[in-house]
T-cell receptor, first 116, second 112 residues
Framework: ETGVTQTPRHLVMGMTNKKSLKCEQH?????MYWYKQSAKKPLELMFV???????ENNSVPSRFSPECPNSSHLFLHLHTLQPEDSALYLCASSYKISTVGNTEAFFGQGTRLTVV | LAKTTQPISMDSYEGQEVNITCSHN???????ITWYQQFPSQGPRFIIQ???TKVTNEVASLFIPADRKSSTLSLPRVSLSDTAVYYCLVGDLRGSARQLTFGSGTQLTVLP
């Protein structure tokens, strides 16, 4: 267990469905991330939130809509997805500190999404 | 953002020491070097992080030469369960979150 929990672990949805992925951490981190990992490909950074504010959006299609209501929770709302959106969606969190030292990111187990 | 280059794949046998080298020629002064391990269908897991010289923990060692333009992750006496993808990241998480950008990684396969 890394302290970052993602639900659900598996999700099958039709192209007209609306679903949401949830990520939760109680590590006291203030930065949270969404990644997409397609089969046998590197992780693609999608969104970054720092202190609940979105700081990165890597040209992600609008059918993916993130939400960060507080520093402990992160959602990814999905609607009208395409089959090519099928992938492992990973959430991560880390400290965002402004002084000395560096930090590591903690990842959840991911949600395996299949769009049919 | 410092670009990293790693071998795409490596094979080893159980009980051997494995060294995976990462090149990062344009590393910045404030950048740290971090290695992650990822098993199939799981999120990456932090292995080790360093800034210069040598860092050792219970899992691995990280060797960083004086010019910091490369680094080597050393896994002592690997076992079958060490088969995974290993990612080298270079950056400063105090700055842009783009520093948490993953490359292609190195697929390590440990053979019996």
């Amino acid at each position: 267990e890394t302290g970052v929990t993602q639900t659900p672990r598996h999700l099958v949805m039709g192209m007209t469905n609306k679903k949401s992925l949830k990520c939760e951490q109680h590590l006291g981190h203030n930065a949270m991330y969404w990644y997409k990992q397609s089969a046998k490909k590197p992780l693609e950074l999608m969104f970054v939130y720092n202190f609940k504010e979105q700081t990165e959006n890597n040209s992600v299609p609008s059918r993916f809509s993130p939400e960060c209501p507080n520093s402990s929770h992160l959602f990814l709302h999905l609607h009208t997805l395409q089959p090519e959106d099928s992938a492992l969606y990973l959430c991560a969190s880390s400290y965002k500190i402004s002084t000395v030292g560096n930090t590591e990111a903690f990842f959840g187990q991911g949600t395996r999404l299949t769009v049919v | 953002l410092a670009k990293t280059t790693q071998p795409i794949s490596m094979d080893s046998y159980e009980g051997q020491e494995v060294n995976i080298t990462c090149s990062h020629n344009n590393i910045a002064t404030n950048d740290y070097i971090t290695w992650y391990q990822q098993f199939p269908s799981q999120g990456p897991r932090f292995i080790i992080q360093g800034y210069k010289t040598k860092v050792t923990n219970e899992v691995a060692s990280l060797f960083i030469p004086a010019d910091r333009k490369s680094s080597t992750l050393s896994l002592p006496r690997v076992s079958l369960s060490d088969t995974a993808v290993y990612y080298c990241l270079v950056g400063d998480l105090r700055g842009s979150a783009r520093q948490l950008t993953f490359g292609s990684g190195t697929q390590l396969t440990v053979l019996p």
